[in-house]
């Protein structure tokens, strides 16, 4: 390694130490995408102006190109699912059937049923959120395991699960050439562990809470009387079967619709079966509403990804492909550390795929592993670091929603959404090791 490409590589690593560094503390990403970018680029020894011309926009346009459609369906679902109380309903369906006995449980189960039906996870949080207060009330948990559990059901394996339309099967799918089926068995089977393992921790940790003495305190903030009239759950649960069915049934061997028109199909039927609880003199402005949210979101992670893309311009970047590519061990478990410290480094699973997918998974297609081996090992393993404590989710939930501090609340959250994907990621590879070729 010569004196540039070190000079390039402490350029990348300082840069990525800043980007988590001044995410943390809250400086608008767009700002700090660029001022890490730079450099990157000047550490590289790469024309700053060349840099953010042609590397910096091509990666930001090329990752809204391929996938705004799919944010602005997601996000219309979400929001017909918020509006008419949908999401509410299927939420408390699920929790009256499971019963006071599993209430702790049945928060978790709420939300992967909604998030693999492809509602946004922040859509889903704030909806369930007051059905898991009533719970923990009622059944005396300790309040501040709330955003666990929320997060827990959201972010971990019903979102990389096969089939869920969500954006982190989408980003591989676009990329790899595959379906967001992709490695279906061995997927199936990885989050299933994540689940399992994931309720087991979630039980545990609070059994010995309760056994301490803890029991649920409330906020000042809390209301626990919500008279708002709900749909039937059942009803609800409609839209989001239809969806997954349009977009995982095949005819002649090619799926009956896109992702994207599966999830607008998905939010047009919500509207329509669920149109008498909502007030449709205001579903223009809540459209509206969805577009801006859309153009925030996809643009943020479209700032994300550009900087990959100036770091995969530089001298330095073929060094670190190739030593995650010559990591010791089962091949793909490169692929699957790549990834997991991309996501970490962005804060964000969907930001970390974008940047880690078209980076790494020439080189290890190379080396001989499938793609759908790679789409489903990548996207669970884009699940666990990402949800360190600067991610915008994480904190967002932890927060503002359940107004809990991280010091209270981020150790379960930990557990659940960093250590169990994590898990979860070591299974899949082993899986995939030894039996790539399943479907």
């Known amino acids: ?34 001022l890490c970018s730079a450099m990157v680029a000047v550490t590289g020894h790469l024309n700053l102006y060349t840099t953010f011309k042609v590397e910096y926009m091509n990666g930001f346009v090329g990752f809204l190109k391929a996938n705004f459609f799919i944010f602005l369906t997601g996000t219309l679902m979400g929001k017909m699912m918020e509006i008419t109380n949908g999401a509410k309903a299927i939420a408390k369906m ?118 301490k003495g803890a029991h649920f305190v409330a906020k000042p903030t809390d209301k626990f009387h919500d008279d708002v009239k709900l749909p039937s759950g059942i009803v609800a ?25 599966g999830v607008f199909v998905g939010a047009l039927l919500t509207y329509l079966l669920l149109n008498k609880y909502q007030n449709n003199s205001e579903i223009i402005s809540h459209i509206g509403e969805a577009c801006k949210t859309t153009v925030m979101s996809i643009c943020s992670t479209c700032a994300v990804v550009a900087f990959g893309t100036v770091v995969q311009a530089t001298p330095a970047f073929p060094i670190i492909v190739n030593s995650m590519v010559n990591i010791p061990g089962p091949a793909i478990a490169g692929a699957a550390l790549g990834t997991t410290v991309i996501a970490g480094v962005c804060g964000s699973a969907s930001g970390g795929l974008g940047i880690a997918v078209p980076l790494l998974s020439p080189a290890f297609m190379a080396k001989g592993i499938t793609a759908a081996a790679l789409h489903r090992t990548m996207a669970i393993s884009s699940a666990a670091l990402d949800s360190l404590p600067h991610n915008g989710y994480i904190v967002t939930v932890t927060n503002g929603l359940c107004n809990e501090t991280h010091k209270d609340a981020y150790m379960p959250v930990f557990w659940l959404t960093v250590v169990t994907p994590f898990i979860g990621t070591i299974v899949a590879v082993i899986l995939f090791t030894l039996f790539p070729n399943l479907p």
């Open 1 to 34: 390694m010569g004196m540039q490409e070190i000079i390039s590589l402490c350029g990348i690593l300082l840069g990525l130490f800043l980007l988590i560094k001044l995410v943390m503390k809250g400086v608008n990403i767009f700002i700090v995408a660029i």
């Open 94 to 211: 699920i929790v009256k059937f499971l019963g006071k006995d599993k209430a702790l449980i049945s928060i978790p189960l709420a939300c992967g049923i909604l998030a693999y039906g492809g509602v946004s996870v922040f859509v889903v949080s704030f909806a369930v959120f007051p059905i898991a207060l009533e719970v923990f009330k009622q059944a005396d948990l300790p309040r501040n395991y709330i955003p666990a559990a929320l997060t827990f059901g959201c972010s971990t394996f019903a979102m990389v699960a096969p089939g869920a339309p969500q954006i982190h099967n989408a980003v591989p799918a676009q990329i790899l050439g595959t379906t967001i089926m992709a490695g279906a068995i061995n997927g199936f089977l990885s989050c299933l562990v994540m689940l399992i393992l994931g309720s087991i921790i979630l039980y545990r940790m609070v059994a010995s809470e309760k056994k």
């Open 237 to 261: 649960l409609i839209p989001i079967i239809i969806s997954i069915f349009l977009i995982n049934g095949k005819i002649g061997g090619k799926a009956i619709a896109p992702i994207e028109v």
